[in-house]
């Protein structure tokens, strides 16, 4: 396979651009200012580990440099006089005296740490003492999200392995972490279901716990969630990210940090095919500009440049049709579109094809509900999923004689608790929805049933390109909307086509209620609308429907 160019010498020019920017910006005090000109203790340290690895590197025009050594003599400093009292650090954004963001830093502390030498007592005497401190302080700390948890313990595995002092102390700290058992389901997923940060996250903890305690436990389960991931490369090379539960849903996340999972990983369980996946994302992130950091590794098991070169896998994230039911999402791809289905979730139906995409939500009032939201996917084969969701018809009533709230105050009554609720099961409203995907696109199903004269909506935002239909030409502009009663629908953008057919509109209720699902602005919305029972079956297609120029 070739590479677009030697891994370690773009990884090493990442290196030095961080560490000539890291120096231009140290403080008179020694720490280092953030790009928003803010600085903490937990920032500095990350600069630390960076700016020792620079100093200890063979290729880097810093590798030995006076001006660097006394920079990180400064900051070490910075950091033992500004840490809390408990050793720990601050993110100052949220989280202050946190040994969860301590930790995070210390994993790369002891990453630098590793490359010191006994001719760099200067810098490994500070180094030592703060990373042992602020250890003790973890032991004491406590944490927030899922995470943490695994950050924490690896953090103190690893000085544990290092022999710092307090080794005993750590050790049994993140074994008390350790008991509470890994947030994986059998998809590979980790609990908060993020691709674009946290998953990454996890998976760099999971190995450095292999690494600090040789138990091949966390080690497959960074390779389950790899191959999981396997699934959520998008055509236009991003990392698909709306099925997150944290602050990456939506964003646009390129895969060079999971190249660089691929191939360490590939390479300690000695999968070339991983490895070769890992080659693969490593030359589509280069060509975005996407160079992950990394360096120790590669200097850590120098093997792992090459292996998996020799492997031919093709282009593993071009074709692919997984099911992943207890993460509630199902991913198709075959060349330039990919496909989305997703329960549990409003937005349930997401279509990439190049650079354009869209998203589909089905939008119908009965009592509380709003929006069709899918209780769980329903594999038919290899290439339908199912959908449904029920919309009970439901009134609270009044409180019996012997069960009255104690007050008059609505909002303390806990109605939802307490009160008895009449449900007319006859009225119910449920909505099937299938997708099946053939050969130039997919066809969704839509199917309501049940409750009579609900006026439902399909909302389904489009990204920016060039909107036809059978008499007009537009700009897909965000914020805009529309609704179509007939005919067809064309986007484009350059060679990139998405087709919508055939359209259809009984009414034209557009009111949101509260509670709803709400409207993407960065997008313009097409509606197609139904009142129940009804039924409709949209293609959305790959090739184009209207020729080029204006006919």
């Known amino acids: 396979m070739d590479n677009v160019a030697n891994l370690t010498d773009l990884i090493v020019q990442r290196l030095d651009r961080n560490a000539a920017d890291i120096l231009e910006h140290q403080t008179a005090e020694g720490s280092f200012l953030r790009p928003d000109l803010f600085t903490d203790t937990r920032y500095t340290g990350f600069c630390v580990a960076q700016l020792i690895t620079a100093f200890k590197d063979q290729d880097s025009r810093y590798g030995g440099n006076a001006e660097v050594k006394t920079a990180i003599r400064k900051a070490l400093v910075y950091l033992r006089e500004s840490r809390r009292p408990s050793g720990l650090f601050d993110l100052s954004s949220c989280n202050f005296d946190s040994a969860p963001d301590t930790a995070f830093t210390l994993n790369a502390l002891l990453d ?73 389901n059998a998809d590979g997923e980790f609990a908060e279901r993020s691709a674009g940060t946290y998953n990454l996250v996890n998976d760099d903890q999971m190995v450095r716990l292999f690494l600090a305690t040789e138990d091949e436990t966390y080690l497959q389960a960074a390779c389950r969630n790899l191959r999981m991931m396997a699934a959520y490369m998008e055509p236009d090379g991003t990392v698909y990210t709306l099925n997150s539960r944290r602050q990456d849903r939506g964003h646009r996340v390129y895969p060079g940090a999971y190249a660089l999972q691929y191939l360490l990983v590939g390479y300690l369980v000695k999968d070339k095919e991983m490895a070769a996946q890992g080659h693969a994302l490593w030359n589509t992130a280069v060509r975005h500009g996407d160079v992950p950091s990394g360096i120790v590794w590669f200097r850590r098991f120098p093997e792992m440049e090459t292996f998996g070169c020799d492997t031919v896998a093709g282009d593993p994230f071009f074709h692919y049709a997984r099911c992943f039911p207890d993460s509630g999402i199902a991913r198709f791809r ?218």
């Open 112 to 184: 630098a740490y590793r490359l010191l030498d006994e001719e760099d007592t200067e810098l490994a005497h500070p180094l030592r003492e703060l990373i042992s401190r602020a250890c003790f302080g973890i032991c004491e700390g406590g944490f927030h999200t899922p995470n943490h948890r695994w950050a924490i313990a690896a953090c103190l595995m690893t000085a544990a392995q290092l022999r710092l002092d307090g080794e005993q102390t750590f050790r049994d700290t993140a074994q008390i972490y350790l008991r509470e058992g890994l947030d994986q």
């Open 334 to 551: 075959d060349g330039k579109m990919s496909v989305t289905v997703k329960s549990g979730d409003p937005d349930f139906l997401y279509v990439r094809c190049g650079d354009l995409d869209l998203c589909m939500s089905l939008y119908g009032n009965v009592c509380d509900r709003r929006n069709f939201t899918a209780e769980a996917l329903e594999p038919l084969d290899a290439d339908e999923i199912r959908l449904l969701c029920r919309m009970p018809l439901w009134y609270y009533l009044p409180y019996s004689p012997g069960e009255q709230p104690g007050t008059t105050d609505w909002w303390q009554m806990e109605s939802e608790k307490t009160r008895r609720r009449q449900v007319r099961d006859a009225l119910e409203m449920e909505i099937r929805i299938k997708v099946d995907l053939e050969g130039h696109g997919i066809d969704v199903h839509m199917q309501a049933t049940g409750l009579t004269r609900v006026p439902l909506r399909m909302e389904i935002g489009l990204s920016e390109g060039e909107l036809r239909g059978d008499s007009f030409r537009m700009r897909s502009a965000p914020g805009g909307e529309m609704v179509v009663s007939a005919g067809s629908l064309q986007l484009t953008k350059g060679s990139d086509v998405l087709t919508l057919a055939p359209c259809h509109a009984e009414h034209a209720v557009l009111d949101r209620m509260g509670g709803a699902f709400p409207r993407d602005e960065g997008r313009f919305t097409v509606y197609l609308t139904f009142i129940s029972p009804c039924e409709h079956v949209l293609h959305i297609g790959t090739e184009r429907i209207f020729p080029m120029g204006i006919a």
